[in-house]
């Protein structure tokens, strides 16, 4: 069964930092490229960032390129995502999905899900 | 940047059919993707590639994708099909994938 875990979220002020993580279970984690898609709350769905399988490519959404960064360690079988310089508007529940490939792809399986607040 | 746009809210009785629109410009020549998202859990993939099913989901649910609309078909709906629903394309211009507004089903 394909499980998904995250976690590392909690309550940070403007301007610091998160790392989210996401642990991956059931499947050949270095097979697929991964995601971060985060929904603000009461909101919609928001991409953030994908990564390839080898991490030779990443791909951010352009309201956090420079800011967060999205990593993965295929031998532990877990994707990060390192949040600097985080604003309100950042608030979100972060998912993490994994994708097939690059493109046209849908996210076939999505874990639960850890909530980020950025608040003073 | 593309947009896909859907209705806010589709209300349905039991039993009926409920239709789900996603808008966008040229979508027919996207490939649409469309979850369900309970309240307080993870969003599910149940439509894919316009009309795919994933395994496990019941054939209730249909897609289909021409000129500016992409369509969710939930037939027979049950109690059970009251969530959230997005559409969801990649989109080449900007390289990046696009959600739509979402729509919340509500069954009567």
């Known amino acids: 069964e394909v499980q998904l875990v995250e976690s590392g979220g909690g309550l940070v002020q403007p301007g610091g930092s998160l790392r989210l993580s996401c642990a991956a279970s059931?499947?050949?984690?270095?097979?697929?490229?991964m995601s971060w898609v985060r929904q603000a709350p009461g909101k919609g769905l928001e991409w953030v960032a994908n990564m390839k399988q080898d991490g030779s490519e990443k791909y951010y959404v352009d309201s956090v390129k420079g800011r967060f960064t999205i990593s993965r360690d295929n031998a532990k079988n877990s994707l990060y995502l390192q949040m600097n310089s985080l604003r309100a508007e950042d608030t979100a529940f972060y998912y993490c999905?994994?994708?097939?490939?690059?493109?046209?792809?849908?996210?076939?399986?999505w874990g639960q899900g850890t909530l980020v607040t950025v608040s003073s | 940047s593309y947009v896909l746009t859907q209705p806010p809210s589709v209300s349905v009785a039991p039993g009926r059919t409920a239709r789900i629109t996603c808008g966008g410009n040229n979508i027919g020549s996207k490939s649409v993707h469309w979850y369900q998202q309970k309240p307080g859990q993870a969003p599910v993939l149940v439509v894919y590639y316009d009309d795919d099913r994933p395994s496990g989901i019941p054939e209730r649910f249909s897609g289909s994708n021409s000129g500016n609309t992409a369509t969710l078909t939930i037939s027979r709906v049950e109690a059970g099909d009251e969530a959230g629903y997005y559409c969801?394309?990649?989109?080449?211009?900007?390289?990046?994938?696009?959600f739509g507004t979402g729509t919340e089903v509500t069954v009567l």
């Open positions: 999905a994994r994708v097939s490939g690059r493109g046209w792809y849908p996210f076939d399986y």
């Open positions: 059931g499947f050949t984690f270095n097979t697929y490229w």
């Open positions: 969801q394309v990649w989109d080449s211009d900007s390289d990046h994938y696009v």
